[in-house]
Structure formats: structure tokens, C-alpha cells
């Protein structure tokens, strides 16, 4: 049966480690110079309805450096863009590349395009999850820390799609989770209730300071995600409390890391001087995208 990968729940404990695994092997051959090419005649299609940098430069370069190819899809330029049906598009794409990657407005068009395809799906982020970008900040929290159990994570700001993942893998990861997130801009309830249910500890409350109490990573993302650009000037207000800036820090654990997954609005949810000091890992978060996703596409295709 294909494998798709639109929830980090998608994956068990175990794959996650090995997969975690596979990543730091894959970064740790890509610095002396080998590429085995277990992608051969693989091509990934990359359906972006939302703007990116990061998940469609990695995947297109981890596609490449597996030895496949990665097609960039615009859907404006698509048939799908002048109302062609998801599941039509599902069953065309299907014929032609071997997975598809997709940044979808609606996490609903995510499912049903896996559930029409006969191709693995990627979500490449949604309204509702991130999980690519979680995989990359599970793998740079062991690269740092040498564990996930027990890791006390502070997210600071809007309870959004990244957040949303986040509390999913505290059930495979152990992570403890507290999260500060303005009344009415909290995470869903859903994603709560399934992560407590399966046993991860997750605090949700309104106060950044006791959030960030000893934690040993400070995590934060844009209040203004896209989609809510209209909302932008009102959201400033709102968050203005929970800018992730050196007071705020001083807080948490001693050399405690920060994490961001971007683009970060620099004087908004993070200050200059956080994102570009010694605590901030947010160029390897960053850098990670790749090793984690061509893991993630052996996975699904090899
Ligand atoms: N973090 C992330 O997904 O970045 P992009 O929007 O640039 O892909
Ligand atoms: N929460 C942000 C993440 C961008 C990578 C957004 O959805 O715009």
C-alpha cells in the first residue's frame, strides 16, 4: 500500500528515530561529497498554492542530489487553477510522477488528493499542519540536545499549523510542550485532546514568561501566517507580548535554544538580537529541511 505523509502522526515512534537517523547519515555523506543515487528515474511534482523558500528549494535539491527530479507546479498555470477536480488531478498526476508534494490552502484538499492518487502525497505545509518542518526541528533538537524525552519546548505566539504539529509529535518524541498563545489564537482543541489522549504532556496557557520557565527550547513562529494577511495590524497588537526577545528568554534554561521555523519577521515575533545570537539554531533548522525530507522520500519511494 502507497505511504503518504500528511500528519506527522503518519509515522510511528520507531520510524521517526529511524528516519531521524537516515537524515543525520545523509548530512553527514553530503559533507564529503556522495550521493547515491536511490532516486533513479523518481520525479516528485510540487503543487504550491502558498509562496515558499525553504520547502521548495530543499525538496527540489533533495530530489536532485538523490539522483531524481523534482518538477515545480504553480497551480495557476495548472488546469487545476481553472477548477480541474483535485481528484481528476490526483489520478492524472498519478500516471506520470512517482509522489507529489503539496502547500495547500486547505489540509481537506491534502487528504482528498492522497485519497484519489495511487502516489505517495507530502503535505508541504496546510492550514492545519507542518509536518516536514517538525521532522526538520526533531532532528536539529537531537543534534543539539541528544534527546526528545522529557525536552521542554516553550511555543510563544499564534497557536498555528507549525504549533499544531508540534503537539502532535510530543506523542512520539516525549517532548513536553508549553504553550503561550493570546485567548481566541490558542491551537485547536482537537489536536490537544489527541495528543493528551495518547499520553504527551501539553500545557496551554496565555503567559509567555510561564511558558518559557526553564524550558530547554524558546520555539515561536510569525503571528501572521499566511492566508491571514488582512489581519495583520490587528495581530501586532495582540502579540505584542509575545515577542520572543532577550528579557523573555532570560527565563528559560541557561544556553536554552531557540528555534524558528521562517521566514521570521525580525521586531515582531522574534528581536534581532535573539534570532542572531549563539542560542538561535534557526540556520540549521533551516538547513535540516533537506537532510530530513530526502530521508522522508526514501522512505516513501525507494
Ligand atoms: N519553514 C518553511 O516552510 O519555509 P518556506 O515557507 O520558505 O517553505
Ligand atoms: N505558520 C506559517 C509557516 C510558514 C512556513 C504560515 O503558515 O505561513
Not at 504539529?165 to 513536553?176: F, P, V
Request: aromatic share 4%; net charge negative; hydrophobic share 40%.
Amino acid at each position: 500500500m502507497k505511504k503518504d505523509f500528511i500528519s506527522i502522526l503518519d509515522i510511528s515512534r520507531d520510524e521517526l528515530s529511524e528516519l531521524i537517523g537516515t537524515a543525520c547519515r545523509l548530512k553527514e555523506e553530503r559533507k564529503v561529497g556522495v550521493f547515491p543515487p536511490h532516486l533513479s528515474q523518481k520525479t516528485l511534482g510540487m503543487i504550491f498554492e502558498k509562496s515558499s523558500t525553504r520547502t521548495r528549494i530543499s525538496f527540489e535539491v533533495g530530489m536532485y542530489e538523490l539522483g531524481g527530479h523534482a518538477l515545480f507546479l504553480n497551480p495557476k498555470d495548472m488546469q487545476l487553477g481553472r477548477g480541474e477536480a483535485i481528484k481528476d488531478t490526483a489520478r492524472v498526476m498519478s500516471r506520470f510522477v512517482s509522489a507529489i508534494m503539496i502547500r495547500a490552502n486547505s489540509h481537506q484538499a491534502i487528504i482528498e488528493l492522497a485519497a484519489h492518487g495511487d502516489i505517495p502525497v507530502i503535505n508541504g505545509l496546510s492550514d492545519k499542519e507542518h509536518p516536514c518542518q517538525i521532522l526538520a526541528d526533531i532532528m536539529t533538537i537531537v543534534e543539539q540536545l541528544h534527546r526528545t524525552e522529557k525536552v521542554k519546548v516553550a511555543w510563544v505566539g499564534d497557536g498555528n499549523n507549525v504549533c499544531n504539529s508540534l503537539i502532535l509529535s510530543a506523542i512520539l518524541t516525549g517532548m513536553e510542550i508549553r504553550i503561550a498563545c493570546p485567548a481566541g489564537y490558542q491551537p485547536s482543541d482537537s489536536y490537544i485532546k489527541t495528543a493528551r489522549e495518547q499520553g504527551a504532556v501539553i500545557d496551554l496557557g496565555e503567559d509567555p514568561l510561564v511558558a518559557v520557565k526553564d524550558a530547554d527550547v524558546v520555539m515561536t513562529d510569525t503571528w501572521v501566517s499566511m492566508g491571514h494577511e488582512e489581519e495583520t495590524r490587528e495581530r501586532e497588537k495582540i502579540f505584542a507580548r509575545y515577542q520572543v526577545n532577550k528579557e523573555l528568554l532570560a527565563h528559560a534554561r541557561p544556553g536554552a535554544i531557540v528555534m524558528h521555523c521562517l521566514p521570521a519577521h525580525r521586531g515582531y515575533e522574534i528581536t534581532d538580537d535573539v534570532i542572531d545570537s549563539n542560542q538561535s539554531v534557526v540556520w540549521d533548522q533551516a538547513e535540516n529541511r533537506l537532510h530530513v525530507q530526502k530521508a522522508l522520500l526514501l522512505r516513501l519511494l525507494a
